[in-house]
Each structure stands twice: as C-alpha cells, then as structure tokens.
C-alpha cells in the first residue's frame, strides 16, 4: 500500500504525519477492514482541518488557504454572492472554523463578539459587553479592529476598552480578563493568537507593555515578559520554529524582538525599524521576513510645517510661541496625505503631545524634538529578510533588502518562493523570496489606500483597496490581472479563504462568494 502523506492542520501548529501502513499491519495485526476505516476517517479529519481560518491571515498567519478547491475570480452581488448579513461597525477580519465564522463588531459602549453559519449567513449567537469607557482609535479605523482566534474548542475576542474574552463554540463565556484601556496613538488593533494550544497576547501602549502566553481553557497566564521603552504596536505576532525552540516574533516601536515559546525569554533584537509597527512578521524556508515603513521617506504622505508657518496661522498675541489658548482643542500640525485621493487626515491630538513640559505652550525648542525624532529614524522603506543570530543575544543577518513599493499596512504574502506587496496607490511587487530578485513592480487600476493584506488561494492572489475593489491575480512571477471587482463599499479587513469561499468584511456586513457552476 506504500506511503501515504497526510497534511493535517489543527489547532496545533502545521504539521506533516507520515504513516506507513505496512508497518501499522504487521505491528498491530488488526484487519484491511480496520486499516481502511482508520484511513477513511484520518483523511476525513484531514479534510475538515482544512476548513480553517483560525486568526487573522488564516492557518499560521500566511494568507494561503490550505484546501485545493476551486475559487472564484469574479466577485459580484448578481453572479455569485451566497449571501450578505449586516453588521455594526467594525474592521476585523472574519475567522472560520468549520461551518462557523466569529467576528467582532462594536456601537457606541457595547462591543460584540459574532458567530455566523458559513454555510447560510445566518446569525448563530451574538454576545455583548459594555465598556465603561471607549478608547481612542484613529478615524479610518475602529473600536473593534482586533480579529478574534479559535482552535475549534474555545473562541476569543479582545477589545481594547474591555479586555479578553473567551467563549464555547456555543457562545457560553468561560473567561474574561478585564483590562486597562489601552492607549496609544492609534487605538489598537493587534490580534491575539494561537501557537501549540496557548494563547499569544501582545499589548504596547503608554502605560504597560508586555507580550504573555494564556492557558486557553482557564485564562491563566503561563508566562509573562515586560517591553520597557515600547509604547506602541499595531503589528500582530509571528513566529519562526528552529530545530530546538519555537520563537515568538513581536514587532514594536523601532524593533522587532524575538521570544522563546516555552519561557518568555528575550532572544535578540532587530533594531533601527519604524515608530509604527502595523505588518505582521512572516517565516519562510528558514528566513524571517519584516516590512519597516517610515513616513519621513515618503514626503508625499507627511506634511509637517515649519514652526514659523505655525506661528503665522495661530500666533495670535504675537509672543513668538504658540500656546493652547490660541489654538482649538482638537487641531492637529502633522498630517497624513496617502496620495491617494482621499484627502488630508490630520493626526488628533499630535499638539498636544509634543508639549513636553506641559506648560500649555509649544516651543520652538519642543517643535524642532519632533523634526529631530523624525530625522533619526534608521532605515527608509524596506522588506528586509533575515537570518536569526546562532546565539542569544546577537544581532540576525541581513540576507537581503528591498526598498521600493514598501507598504504601511498590508502585511507581504509569501506562496512558492515567492513574496508579494501591496501598497497605497495599488503598487503590488513581487520578488524571489530567498534572494529579493525582483520579478515585477506594476500598478493596478485599482489605486486609493490599502489596509487589507493579500491572501492567496487555488493559484490566485486577491489584492483588497480601502475603495472597495478587489483585484484577483494569478499567482507566479509574472505580472497578470484575471479580473477587478468593484463591490462599491469601503473595505479595511482582510478577506478570509476556505472551501472555495471568499468571505468578505465591509463597513456595512459580510458576504460571501463562490465559484457559480
């Protein structure tokens, strides 16, 4: 009967199971009738692991759809939308296991956690919390970005203004961990994880920074590390497995550090990254691959005055400083311009910020630390693949970098040797994994922002614009368009692939679509 390869992906970390079934007769002399039960139901488990989209970017973070089944490259409500359902404001993406898709959603102080039948789109349970106070989150995203996670047992969602909470694949809460609002700049959108049946929850912010593990079924902590110095971080982890430890990657303010699974201890740092983490870092064949995107590189997408200018426009008294009674509460000096066309999007609350000494007035000297700050940063626009240090404590190795068509949000999709970009504008790159070869730079039709990584399924990648267009490529090094779909809806999560599905998350709900036969 030979060998036969079994791919199964659980709950666990993916894993290839070889089993020789000569040697499974001979050893436990049972029947061909047992060994082709036995057989049946592996390959049955096999099947039905597949249909996972446990977190966000799906089965270990990577954006690839594990099953083989036939995915659709026109997307469009009159063809082959399944179904829609209408959901309250939110950004995270949808994760499935099964026949069950949980997302979050949130209105005014009620946060919710929602199942959703994939097969039907039909709401299975919906449960709420009220928050005593919402944080702050930046307009273009929500009080509700953070994706939720299951292994098939157990489903949790984290809210920045509450905290965790896990729930039964029957919506029956069985913890809750109530935390601190999480401030930042930003609001928060990192997602928690699973590795190996633990949960991984990172949180940067103004206040406490730490990465921990959690007993998933008792909401323990196993092991918990502070991050001095890192008051930000908008990145969802990754991890690189060695042939002796597993490692969590955590992608904070101007360094990516790595963990130790089992214990929590630091391992080494990458230093000189950007003040604004929001990639997730990827492993590959042995190599470690992070984005660093940095606004001073880009002039087009910062627009910082001179002090002088400012003085012009609210120097009111003439006193060569400006001070807060001139200026209105919620007026912003740093801009972001995303080149895009969609416009200016001021930076609430920056002013006040820069005010060091909290005297109520800014100072030349206290404007000229932000141009200084800005002007330090380390590196411009880059993909940088690495190696990890051989000993703790070491700097890795630069195997290669690439710095144009660099994106701020999306995360890079790697399929086949081959990594994939997708920025603002519609730039999407491609390159040889291993050695940072380009391939091809070309732009798409479809231009304006892009918070949706690229996701990959049945040799096809879908590229998502915040103006609702979703671009289908065929996968390879050679640049090819299969087909633009303008669902008409603004669009920030990230789609999720499983069963020949394409399941997609607008500001107004959910929708799925399929291949029509």
Known sequence: MGWIKIQAIGHLARESLLFSIPKLISDLMISKRAILIIISAVLCISVSAQKQW??????????????????????????????????????????????????????????????INRQSGELIWQKEVIADKVQRFH?????????????????????????????????????ERKLPIERNMYGVSV???????????????DEMSYIETINIATGETIWRTDRPNYNGNWATPGFHRTEDKDEILVYGVFSMKSYDFNTGEELWTLPKLTD??????????????????????????????????????????????LNFEEIKENTSILSRYDADGEGDHPLPGFFRGLDKDRDGELTREEYQK?????????WSNALIALKPPVDNGGLPEIVWEYEYGVPECPSPLIKDGLAYMVKNGGIVTCLDAASGELKYKEELS?????????????????????RGVITVLEEGGNFKVLA???LNERIQATPALVDGKVYVRTHKGLSAYGVVK
């Open 484 to 486: 633009e779909n303008n």
């Open 54 to 115: 446990n977190q966000f970017r799906g089965p270990e973070g990577m954006g690839v759809a594990l099953d083989k089944a036939e995915y659709p490259v026109i997307l469009k409500q009159q063809e082959n939308q399944i179904w829609t359902i209408d959901l309250n404001t939110g950004v995270s993406s949808p994760v499935i296991w099964e026949d069950m898709i949980f997302l979050t959603s949130h209105r005014k102080d009620t946060f919710e956690t929602v199942a």
């Open 139 to 175: 307009p273009i995203s929500s009080a509700a970005a953070p994706s939720v996670v299951t292994n098939g047992k157990e489903v949790i969602s984290y809210f920045g203004s509450y905290g965790l909470l896990c729930y039964n694949m029957q919506g029956d809460l069985l913890w």
């Open 370 to 378: 932000v141009v200084d700050w800005i002007d330090s940063f380390g």
């Open 276 to 321: 604004e983490p929001a990639t997730t870092p990827l492993s590959y064949h042995g190599l470690i691959y992070v984005t660093t995107y940095n606004m001073k590189s880009n002039p087009e997408v910062l627009g910082l005055p001179t002090y002088d200018s400012l003085l012009g426009l609210y120097d009111k008294n003439e006193n060569k400083q």
């Open 446 to 466: 479809a231009g304006g922002p892009y918070y949706a990584s690229p996701v990959c399924a049945d040799g096809k990648i879908y590229l998502t614009s915040g």
């Open 191 to 205: 997602s928690p994880i699973i590795y190996k049946n633990q949960l991984v929850f990172s949180r940067d912010s």
